[in-house]
């Protein structure tokens, strides 16, 4: 059975699930304040790190979500590392609520990952898409003898200032296999080809691996 935590997470849950323990070994300090500080911050780490498992939908042509979240913006744009070709952006905003662990939206080989340094502004203005920390890792696919690409951008945020990218270029990934995750929130964007369809709208909360976000046609 896997621990539903992101190893990631371990380090900073283990002081305050230790000091938890002692406290609870030693009566002097069983249910004082630090007790109780030690018990909450061990529940918020595990609550920011948690990694459930999610039902991954089987349909091949199914692009599901790479992050838990809520749809902030839908736009068609052109995007340099995509070529000439212009893609429809989905924006995911991720709260501190949400589950942080990004997910591969297809069936896929990574062609490149690009990390771009930047700025820290919160997640949810949409300059953070351009101006923001950020790292980018583009899929492919091949479908009907056509190769196909969509690129998913892990960017950082106000609170969220350290990115975790699992992907590198020649890995392959399935559809739903975690790929890496943003601490303590933040946002992800999927460019998808305009062939696509959208299964999703504006303020739709959606689930990484889990919620489909379009379908190839």
Sequence with gaps: ?????????????????????LCLIFPQ???????WLCAVSTCCIAGFF?????????DDNAIVSPADGKIILIQEVKYPALGADTYRQVSIFMSVFNVHVNRAPIVGTV????????????????????LNE??????????????VRILVKQIAGLIARRIVCYAKPGSHFTRGERIG??????RVDLFLPLETELAVKMNDK???????????P
């Design 181 to 186: 995750l943003i601490r303590f929130g933040s």
């Design 134 to 147: 950020q790292n980018s890792v583009i899929l492919s696919q091949t479908r009907q003898g056509k190769t």
């Design 1 to 21: 059975m896997r621990f539903p935590i992101a190893k990631e997470g371990l380090p900073f849950l283990l002081i305050p699930l230790l000091l938890t323990i």
């Design 29 to 35: 300090t069983r249910f004082g304040w630090i007790f």
């Design 50 to 58: 948690r990694d459930p498992e999610r039902l991954i939908p089987q």
């Design 111 to 130: 062609d490149d990952v690009i990390y771009n340094p930047g700025k820290f502004f919160a997640a949810f203005e949409h300059k953070a898409s351009l």
């Design 206 to 216: 959606v689930k990484g691996g889990q919620t489909i976000i379009a379908k190839f």
